[in-house]
């Protein structure tokens, strides 16, 4: 990584270590207007992938969304595209409009820098109960797309390094591990347990899972 980009996020870490950006920008958000933006102008942010949603677990929030609308509204950034925004908060949301289907949205549009949206990012979904390959997508892209390092993931969002290391491990998951996790027949830590072992193991164990709820001990 060049030394000017390291310098400039190790800035931006200890800056926002000190307090929580999620806060802060909501406050701020709190006084812009919400604007009905269209269902075909809004896309995922590249931190998040819509896969890693099982949206049949969501069945309540969506009859909500279907008879009540919006109780708050997505929070938007343009994207690289003119005309279309990125949404960094309510991908839920957004993902289940778009199955009703709604022709719109309501949204609130922020003005941030791209780190700003990332640390936004970062702090949201570690606040969400959603699939742990959710936080692995967001790690793995951060690292791969956007020059950081496990070291700055784990300062920002205040998880060990350990524990942040683990959660892109996932990503070396074979496919039918993946649906596992995504649809909460397997646990984040059956997962780790899991990893080290060759996929004819993993697809034995995988099956006691499912079928005698085995626990993480008996898996090592």
Excluded at 28 to 57: G, M, Q, R
Excluded at 154 to 181: D, H
Excluded at 188 to 206: H, V
């Amino acid at each position: 990584m060049p030394k000017t980009k390291r310098r400039d996020l190790s800035s931006l870490i200890e800056k926002y270590s000190k307090y929580s950006v999620v806060e802060e920008i909501e406050k701020n958000l709190a006084s812009f207007p919400h604007s009905e933006v269209k269902t075909s102008s809004l896309l995922l942010h590249p931190l998040f992938e819509k896969d890693n949603y099982d949206l049949s677990l969501y069945t309540s929030l969506k009859d909500s969304l279907s008879h009540d609308g919006f109780l708050s509204p997505l929070v938007l950034v343009p994207a690289k595209e003119k005309g279309k925004y990125y949404v960094i908060n309510g991908v839920k949301r957004y993902l289940l409009g778009k199955t009703i289907p709604l022709a719109s949205m309501p949204g609130v549009i922020a003005d941030l820098s791209q780190e700003r949206q990332r640390v936004y990012i970062l702090e949201n979904i570690l606040a969400e109960n959603d699939c742990p390959l959710v936080k692995t997508t967001c790690f793995s892209r951060l690292i791969k797309e956007n020059s950081f390092s496990p070291e700055d993931i784990a300062l920002i969002t205040k998880l060990s390094l350990s524990q942040v290391r683990n959660l892109i491990r996932l990503e070396e998951l074979p496919p039918f591990l993946k649906e596992g996790l995504r649809h909460n027949t397997l646990t984040y830590s059956q997962a780790r347990a899991l990893l080290s072992l060759d996929e004819e193991n993993q697809k034995e164990i995988y099956q006691k899972i499912l079928s005698s709820a085995i626990s993480v001990r008996e898996i090592e």
